[in-house]
């Protein structure tokens, strides 16, 4: 890298240095590449799922009692602010 006494670095300072160090960045960024890959494929997956299931009311159905499900959603909602 060339050193200069004064505080300013510019653009062409840099690509010059990328540009000489270009194949430790492509050997450096490869190697993790791989490992990543490596990685994944060895760690087995992982899947959860929840479920929260409410009985559905006889006395009522169709829309009243989706209604009635958003209502439960929305007084949890006023807390919030």
């Not at 006494?5 to 960024?29: C, P």
């Not at 791989?34 to 997956?45: C, D, F, S, T």
């Not at 159905?61 to 006023?78: D, E, F």
Request: with cysteine; aromatic share 8%.
């Amino acid at each position: 890298m060339v050193v200069r006494k004064e505080s300013e670095l510019s653009l062409v300072d840099i690509w010059r240095e990328l540009f000489q160090r270009k194949m430790f960045i492509f050997i450096f960024t490869g190697v993790f590449c791989i490992l990543g890959v490596v990685v994944a494929l060895i760690i087995p997956n992982q899947y959860t799922a929840k479920l929260v299931a409410v009985p559905m009311s006889e006395e009522q159905g169709g829309l009243a009692s989706l209604a009635q499900g958003m209502g439960g959603l929305a007084s949890l909602a006023v807390g919030i602010g």
